[in-house]
């Protein structure tokens, strides 16, 4: 690739800017921006003649820019003392957890005091993340190879759900209450025979009858307490669907709490990205290409559609590998086809996959 002076009025869409533009010393967008529609017709507003960006020429042999070279992302993280510290962290949290829900389901005579202990604990789960580089979804990208049991899956949903409740600007006190309902909306899971939980191979249908019981016994072991209803009913409606088509009632849209609609998206996206003794995880960006096939039915439009913005801006930067062997990193995603994201790769090739439907990304490397 080379930096080529280009005048502004030609410079192409999604290009990819070589050096930082000021204007009266001020930044207006740093090196490696993509150089989308609007940012390019922002940029115009400054009156400026031209731009100095990177051209992929076809025999060009000149090495990539420096940004561009860096080790693969998950291995970096792996490797830092933030994960490290967080992965510690997680552990410990997830064994205490893990001792109070069995309490919880076990021990009705002390069900409220250890209640009071889940509510304490979870309000320290900011701490378990509190690295500068790496935020939490970060973080559990890079524990996506354990095996994702119950508890692990309740905490996942517990932090992707606080992270959901910023993307919609909630309050602090109902961001806490949804990380709440995203901790215990799987709790009915203690009561179904561990054998079909945890089962490698597909269900029969019987045995899916037991599973589809675990909401109400969730709501059950719930109701007597003085959690706040809303995390209740995210334990009683978390695979209701707004068409009709979930369980265990299969009531529609305006009869779903709005916070059992929240912890629903949260719960489906990260059970399909996680471990399990049957599967690999899946890629996230193939998780939602999937469930923007069933946006329309399946899912509150305003939520899911703030759910893809919000999670697509998570792997901005983000280092991947295509279908066709072609690493690099996440660029641009552009809200209705997020999906297909302008991709760097680290020889210096530009990718833009909505150009390319036969390319998917594989996986996050």
């Excluded at 995203?182 to 009858?209: A, R």
Aim: glycine share 4%; net charge negative; proline share 4%.
């Amino acid at each position: 690739m080379n930096i080529v002076s280009t005048p502004l009025e030609s410079v192409p869409p999604y290009s990819i800017l070589a050096e930082d533009v000021y204007v009266n010393f001020t930044l207006i967008s740093p090196s490696g921006s993509i150089l989308t529609p609007t940012l390019l017709s922002n940029i115009k507003k400054y009156q400026l003649e031209s731009l100095n960006i990177w051209v992929d020429e076809k025999k060009d042999s000149s090495p990539p820019p420096a940004a561009l070279t860096r080790k693969t992302q998950l291995e970096q993280m792996k490797q830092s003392s933030d994960f490290k510290e967080f992965k510690q962290n997680y552990t410990s949290t997830l064994s205490s957890f893990q001792q109070n829900m069995y309490a919880l389901v076990n021990d009705p005579s002390h069900q409220q005091e250890v209640i009071n202990s889940i509510v304490e604990e979870s309000l320290h789960y900011s701490e378990l993340h509190t690295s500068e580089e790496y935020n939490a979804l970060d973080m559990i990208i890079c524990m996506k190879e354990f095996d994702d049991s119950t508890f692990s899956h309740s905490l996942n949903v517990s932090l992707i759900c606080e992270a959901f409740g910023s993307w919609l600007n909630m309050s602090k006190e109902n961001i806490e209450l949804l990380r709440l309902a995203g901790l215990l909306h799987d709790i009915g899971k203690l009561t179904i025979d561990k054998d079909i939980i945890t089962k490698p191979g597909k269900l029969l249908d019987h045995e899916f009858n037991e599973i589809k019981k675990h909401p109400l016994a969730g709501y059950q072991i719930l109701k007597n307490t003085d959690l706040d209803v809303r995390i209740h009913y995210a334990a009683l409606q978390h695979h209701e669907k707004i068409d009709g088509s979930g369980y265990p009632f299969g009531i529609k849209e305006k009869q779903i709490h709005y916070i059992s609609k929240i912890v629903s998206i949260v719960d489906v996206y990260e059970a399909m990205t996680a471990t399990r003794c049957y599967r690999k995880p899946m890629c996230p960006f193939k998780v939602l290409q999937i469930m923007r096939h069933d946006a329309t039915t399946k899912y509150d439009l305003n939520l899911i559609a703030t759910f893809f913005s919000g999670i697509t801006s998570t792997y901005i930067n983000k280092s991947v590998e295509l279908s066709d062997g072609s690493k690099g990193v996440v660029k641009y995603t552009a809200k209705s086809e997020f999906d297909k994201p302008t991709i760097v790769c680290f020889n210096g090739k530009i990718i833009h996959m909505k150009e390319h439907p036969e390319l998917y990304i594989k996986e996050l490397i």
